[in-house]
C-alpha cells in the first residue's frame, strides 16, 4: 500500500468511528418501532433472525441506513454515495442478473467486507450469526422478497492464462462493448459520457477510475471482477454484459483491465 493510500485509509477510518459513534447514539435514542415480519435466513452456516438483527441495526446501522431502511439516517447527507435505501431490493453487488434481488449470501459477504471508496464500512468484527441477524432484518425492509426470488447466479468457468493475446483481445472487447465511453480510453474514468451520469436517486455519479489501485466496491479477485460487469451494479449506470460476452471474451476483458491499473498514479 502506498503512503497515499494509506493516508486515505486513515482518514476514512477516522470518519468511520466518528460514525459509529454517532450511530450508536442515535441508535439508543431511538424509540419508535418497526414491526418485524420475522424474516429467517440460512447463510454462512448459521440461522440468522430478524428479530435478533433489530437490535443489532439499531445499534451498527441506523445512524446511517434510518430507521426506516431507506438510506435517510442522520448521518446520511454528508456521505456520497449515500447510504443505500433497503426499501428498493436493489443492490450493487449481486451475482444473480441485472434488476433481480440478490442471493442471501452476496449481501453476507457485502456486509462483511464493506464497500471500499464509500463510507459503509466492514463488519468483519461481528460474528457470523451477528451478520446473518442483520441480513434478516436488512430484507424486512423490503417487500419483494415476499413475492420475488433470487434467479440463477451467473457462472464463473475456470479462468484461461492471461496471455499478451488475451490481452489484446479484450482491449478490443473494452473498445468495441464502449466501456471508453464512460471509463475513458485510458481507463482512469474520464469518458464522453463521465460528466452526465447519475444514479436511481438522480445523484451524480463518476465511473470507476481503473487507475486509482485495484480494488473494486464489490470485490478484488478477477472472478469478483468478472461477476462486475457481467452482473452490473444496480442503481447507477454501470450496465450489465452478461447478454453481450461470452465466458472467453469477459476473461479477455478482465486480462485487459488489469493493465490499466497497471498504471496505477502514484
Ligand atoms: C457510516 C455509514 C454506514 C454504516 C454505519 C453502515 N453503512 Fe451500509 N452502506 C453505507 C453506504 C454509504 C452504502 C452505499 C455504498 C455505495 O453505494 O457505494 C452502504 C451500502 C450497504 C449495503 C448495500 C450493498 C450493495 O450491494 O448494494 C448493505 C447491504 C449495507 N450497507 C448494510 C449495512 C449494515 C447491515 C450495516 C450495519 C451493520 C451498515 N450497512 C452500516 C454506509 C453505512
Ligand atoms: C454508461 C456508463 C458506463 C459504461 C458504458 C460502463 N460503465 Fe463501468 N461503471 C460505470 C459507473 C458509473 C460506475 C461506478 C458505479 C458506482 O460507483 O457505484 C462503474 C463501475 C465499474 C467498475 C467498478 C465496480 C466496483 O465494484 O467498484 C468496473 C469494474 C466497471 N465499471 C467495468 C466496466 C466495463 C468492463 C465496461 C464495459 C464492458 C463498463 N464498465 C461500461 C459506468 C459505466
Redesign the pocket.
Known sequence: MGSAELRKKEFTMSKLNHACAVAVIAGAALVAAIPSQGAEVNVGGVNGEAARGKQLYRRYCVGCHGAKGDGQGDNAPYMD?RPRDFTTGSF??RSTPTGTLPLDNDLFVTIGRGI??SSMPSWKALTAQERADLLAYVKDFSPRWNVEKPQHPLEIPPEPPGTAESVTRGGK??ER???W???GKDGSGN?P?ATT?T?NKDRA????D?TTGTR????RTNEE?YK??MTG?D?????S?RDN?PPDEAWD?VHY?RTLQARVKQ
Not at 473494486?216 to 470485490?219: E, R
Request: charged share 15%; aromatic share 18%.
Open positions: 454515495p450493487k453487488c471500499f471508496a472487447i473494452y462493448m464502449e466501456c465511453k464512460c471509463h469518458g459520457s451520469l444514479d455519479i463518476i465511473p470507476y481503473f473494486f466496491k464489490c470485490g471482477l462486475i460487469f451494479l442503481g447507477t449506470p454501470m450496465p454484459f460476452l476483458l483491465l
